[in-house]
Nanobody, 113 residues
Framework: QVQLVESGGGLVQPGGSLRLSCAASGIITSANAMAWYRQAPGKERELVARITSGANTWYADSVKGRFTISRDNSVNTVYLQMNSLKPEDTAVYYC???????WGQGTQVTVSS
């Protein structure tokens, strides 16, 4: 049974940073494509960043240069480091595995002063 558990969300001021974690069980993160999506109120869910099994990364234009996706194989966890946060980054952030076959429950990120 695959489980993805996100953590690290919260309230942060504009310009601040957060690091989201996605702890996986039942699936090996290093052997699968892992991704972070987000969904803001009233908007569709969008892909934010992806890392493949070959460690290739992709980022949405809106977060390029500010967000970094990475993984720690020793703890089977994927991270999303978010810097220079903006109010428009406010959303529920979801971890996804194996090209959206599996999803976590999400963690809320709110960027506000």
């Amino acid at each position: 049974q695959v489980q993805l558990v996100e953590s690290g969300g919260g309230l942060v001021q504009p310009g601040g940073s957060l690091r989201l974690s996605c702890a996986a069980s039942g699936i090996i993160t290093s052997a699968n494509a892992m991704a972070w999506y987000r969904q803001a109120p009233g908007k569709e869910r969008e892909l934010v960043a992806r890392i493949t099994s070959g460690a290739n990364t992709w980022y949405a234009d809106s977060v390029k240069g500010r967000f970094t996706i990475s993984r720690d194989n020793s703890v089977n966890t994927v991270y999303l480091q978010m810097n220079s946060l903006k109010p428009e980054d406010t959303a529920v952030y979801y971890c996804s595995a194996r090209w959206s076959a599996y999803w976590g429950q999400g963690t809320q990120v709110t960027v506000s002063s």
